[in-house]
């Protein structure tokens, strides 16, 4: 059974940038599309972020586009996802998702999920 363990999340001020990861373990991550989704107290899960099975690929959801990047270490096991410019809108918890057979951001039901970092951006 894999495990996704997410670390990096913080309170900072609007402006400011902040570094997720998400560590697998149990497989390695070319086994699997690996994505990030938050979800903000009263609202849905919301997709963020994706990179495919051979890491060349990658996909945002418009509203992060040009400030988010996804990326992942072969060596560490390891996907991350710099953010920067970071907006009060984009306070959520984020999870790690991985799915081995389909794409995260479409087969939602048969994702792995970690439990989640918060992330808190004042104004």
């Known amino acids: 059974q894999v495990q996704l363990v997410e670390s990096g999340g913080g309170l900072v001020q609007a402006g400011a940038s902040l570094r997720l990861s998400c560590t697998i373990s149990?497989?390695?991550?070319?086994?699997?599309?690996m994505g990030w989704f938050r979800q903000a107290p009263g609202k849905e899960r919301e997709f963020v972020a994706a990179i495919s099975r051979n890491g060349k690929s990658t996909s945002y959801v418009d509203s992060v586009k040009g400030r988010f990047t996804i990326s992942r270490d072969m060596a560490k096991n390891t996907v991350s996802m710099q953010m920067n410019s970071l907006k009060p809108e984009d306070t959520a918890k984020y999870y790690c998702a991985a799915n081995q057979f389909g794409q995260v951001a479409i087969h939602r039901d048969s994702n792995n999920w970690g439990q989640g970092t918060q992330v808190t951006v004042s104004s």
């Open positions: 149990g497989r390695t991550i070319s086994s699997y599309d």
